[in-house]
C-alpha cells in the first residue's frame, strides 16, 4: 500500500489568486494522478504527471489553469490559477500500488469565495 | 468512450437489510472494475476489485462480480450495518490506469 499526503487539507481563496497543493508519497511511484471532485458530484480526472516529463491532461483541463510538477518519485503539485467559485471542490491525489489498485490522499477541499 | 453509470441514490436502508447498489459501464477492451468507498470525513478507500471477466471481488461482506455479457458490475451485501453509510463510487481502469468514475452512490444505514 501506500501511504499520500496531501497539504493543505483545507483552504478558503479570494477569486483571482492562485493555490499550489502538495501531494507526497512514502514510496517512489512512476505515475501520480490529480482528480477533482466537485460538490455532489463523482471524481474527474484532471491529469496524470509522470516524474521527468511534462504531465497528460484530460480533455477540458488545460495547463496554464492547472499547472502541475513532477519534481522526484514521490512528490507532485497541483495550482489551480486565477480561481473562481466555479473551482470549489475537493482536489484528490492519487497513485498506483503493485497490484493495480489506487490509492488516494485525504483531499484538499478548496472553497472559492 | 468509456463510462460508468451508477443507480441513481440516495439509498436509505435499515440495519440488517440487503443491498443492492447497481454499475453498468462501457469501455473498449476488458478493463479493470472497482468499488470505492468514501466514509464521512474520509478519502477514498478501495473496497473491491475484479480483473476478468466471471472474477468476482469481495471485502467486508460486500461482493461484486464482473459481468461481461451485460457489462455489469452490481455491489451487493446481504446484512448491511450503520457503519457501512458512506459515498460508494464504481470505476473503470483505462490505459495508462488512469480511472473513470460513476456519479456515487449515497448509502445511509438506520438502526
Known amino acids: 500500500s501506500a501511504v499520500i499526503s496531501q497539504k493543505p487539507s483545507r483552504d478558503i481563496c479570494q477569486r483571482g489568486t492562485s493555490l499550489t497543493i502538495q501531494c507526497q508519497v512514502d514510496?517512489?511511484?512512476?505515475?501520480m494522478f490529480w482528480y477533482r471532485q466537485q460538490p455532489g458530484q463523482s471524481l474527474t480526472l484532471i491529469a496524470t504527471?509522470?516524474?521527468?516529463?511534462?504531465?497528460?491532461?484530460e480533455s477540458g483541463f488545460v495547463i496554464d489553469k492547472f499547472p502541475i510538477s513532477r519534481p522526484n518519485l514521490t512528490f507532485s503539485t497541483l495550482t489551480v490559477s486565477n480561481m473562481s467559485p466555479e473551482d470549489s471542490s475537493i482536489y484528490l491525489c492519487?497513485?498506483?500500488?503493485?497490484?493495480?489498485?489506487?490509492?488516494f490522499g485525504q483531499g484538499t477541499r478548496l472553497t472559492v469565495v | 468512450g468509456n463510462s460508468v453509470t451508477q443507480m441513481e441514490g440516495p439509498v436509505t436502508l435499515s440495519e440488517e437489510a440487503f443491498l443492492t447498489i447497481n454499475c453498468t459501464y462501457t469501455?473498449?477492451?476488458?478493463?479493470?472494475l472497482f468499488w470505492y468507498v468514501q466514509y464521512p470525513g474520509e478519502g477514498l478507500q478501495l473496497l473491491l476489485k475484479?480483473?476478468?471477466?466471471?472474477d468476482k471481488g469481495s471485502n467486508k461482506g460486500f461482493e461484486a462480480t464482473y459481468r461481461k455479457e451485460t457489462t455489469s458490475f452490481h455491489l451487493e451485501k446481504g446484512s448491511v450495518q450503520v457503519s457501512d453509510s458512506a459515498v460508494y463510487f464504481c470505476?473503470?481502469?483505462?490505459?495508462?490506469?488512469?480511472?473513470?468514475f460513476g456519479e456515487g452512490t449515497q448509502l445511509t444505514v438506520n438502526p
Open positions: 492519487s497513485v498506483e500500488g503493485d497490484l493495480a489498485e489506487a490509492f
Open positions: 475484479a480483473t476478468k471477466a466471471d
Open positions: 469501455a473498449t477492451g476488458y478493463p479493470s
Open positions: 504527471a509522470n516524474q521527468g516529463s511534462e504531465a497528460t491532461y
Open positions: 514510496s517512489q511511484v512512476t505515475m
Open positions: 470505476a473503470l481502469e483505462t490505459s495508462g490506469s488512469r480511472l473513470t
